[in-house]
C-alpha cells in the first residue's frame, strides 16, 4: 500500500513539473511598459507574460524556444516595434500560431514620433492602454466591463501625473536636465519641451563615452551651478559617482537622481510590484526636487 501510495505521489510531482514547464500564456508582451499596462488592466482574469525578465537588458534581446512556444500559443502577442525586437526578422507572422492576435505598438504611433524609443513619452503610454484594452476585449468579452473599469482607472492615475509634470516644467524657461548617461528621451524631450544634458546623445547603451565627454559635462555642472545629476535605471552609475567624487574635492556637493527610462524594471522593482505609473511619479518627483520646488502633491 505504501508502495502504492508513494507511486501515486510521485507521478502527481512529475504530471505538476511537466504542467509547470509547459505552461502558455494568454498574453505575451516583449517589454515592461506593455506588460504593465495589460496587467493592469486583466488582474487576474488572464495570464500575462513578459520576454525581457526584470534586470534584463531589452536591447539586443533574443527570446528562447521556451518563450517563441508561448508566444505561438498565446492569444495576443503584443512587440515595441520591428527596430526594438529585431529577432522578428520584420515578420511576426511567423513567429504567431492561427488563434493569435498581434499588437505592433509602433503602428499607432501616428507619425507623433520615429524615436526607437518612443515609449518614454507618457502621452503614448495613454494611447497604448486604450489600444491594449480594445484588444482584450475582444479576445475576452466576457469580461468587458472589467476591463473598461480598469483600464479607465489605469489611464486617469496617469494621466494626472502626466498634468501635473506638465504644469510644473510650464513654469519654468529653458529647463535643463544633467544625465550622466546615453540619452534615450527624445520623445520625453519633446512632450515637456526641456532639454537633456547627457554624456553622450546617442541612444545606444553600449556606446563608448571619451574623457572628453566626461569632462565636458563637469565643466557644464560646474558652469551652470549644478546641484542634481540624474542617472540612468538599471545600470551601475559607475560614471555619475566618479563625477561625484571628483567635484566633492573641491567641496562642491552633488545629488544623484534616477530619471528612468522604462526600457525595464529591475528585480527588487518586480518583487514590490513597481508600475509604469510608480516610475513616472517618481520621474516627477525627482524632476521637482532638482527645479527646487518640494511641495509635491504626494
Known amino acids: ?7 501515486i505521489l510521485l507521478f502527481f510531482s512529475l504530471f505538476l513539473v511537466s504542467c ?4 502558455t500564456f494568454d498574453i505575451v508582451t516583449t517589454s515592461y511598459f506593455q506588460y504593465d499596462i495589460v496587467n493592469n488592466i486583466v488582474v487576474d482574469k488572464l495570464s500575462v507574460d513578459v520576454l525581457t525578465k526584470p534586470g534584463v537588458d531589452s536591447h539586443d534581446f533574443l527570446p528562447t524556444s521556451r518563450q517563441m512556444s508561448n ?9 515595441t ?7 522578428l526578422n520584420n515578420n511576426e507572422q511567423s513567429v504567431i500560431g492561427s488563434n493569435t492576435n498581434v499588437i505592433n505598438l509602433s503602428n499607432h504611433l501616428n507619425n507623433t514620433t520615429d524615436d526607437l524609443h518612443y515609449w518614454t513619452d507618457p ?8 489600444i491594449i484594452k480594445d484588444e482584450i476585449i475582444k479576445i475576452d468579452p466576457f469580461n468587458k466591463d472589467f476591463y473598461l473599469e480598469n483600464a479607465n482607472n489605469y489611464y486617469h492615475k496617469i494621466s494626472n501625473v502626466h498634468k ?3 504644469n510644473l516644467l510650464s513654469n519654468y524657461d529653458n529647463v535643463k536636465l544633467y544625465f550622466a548617461g546615453h540619452n534615450a528621451l527624445k520623445p520625453f524631450e519633446e512632450r515637456y519641451n526641456i532639454e537633456i544634458v547627457a554624456l553622450s546623445n546617442t541612444s545606444k547603451p553600449d556606446a563608448d563615452l571619451t574623457i572628453s565627454q566626461i569632462i565636458t559635462l563637469v565643466d557644464l555642472i560646474k558652469e551652470n551651478n549644478v546641484k542634481y545629476l540624474f542617472i540612468e535605471e538599471l545600470k551601475e552609475p559607475k560614471v555619475a559617482n566618479k563625477i561625484k567624487e571628483e567635484l566633492a574635492k573641491d567641496n562642491y556637493d552633488l545629488t544623484l537622481l534616477v530619471l528612468h527610462g522604462y526600457h525595464n524594471i529591475s528585480k527588487d ?3 514590490n510590484n513597481t508600475t ?4 513616472l511619479l517618481n520621474n516627477y518627483q525627482n524632476i521637482k526636487m532638482a527645479l527646487g520646488d518640494l511641495n509635491g502633491n504626494y
Open 164 to 166: 501635473d509634470l506638465e
Open 276 to 279: 509604469y505609473y510608480d516610475l
Open 123 to 130: 502621452v503614448l503610454i495613454l494611447s497604448f492602454i486604450n
Open 81 to 87: 516595434s520591428y527596430e526594438m525586437d529585431s529577432w
Open 20 to 23: 509547470n514547464k509547459n505552461q
Open 269 to 271: 522593482d518586480a518583487k
Open 71 to 79: 508566444i505561438k500559443n498565446s492569444s495576443l502577442f503584443i512587440f
Open 1 to 7: 500500500m505504501k508502495k502504492i501510495t508513494l507511486s
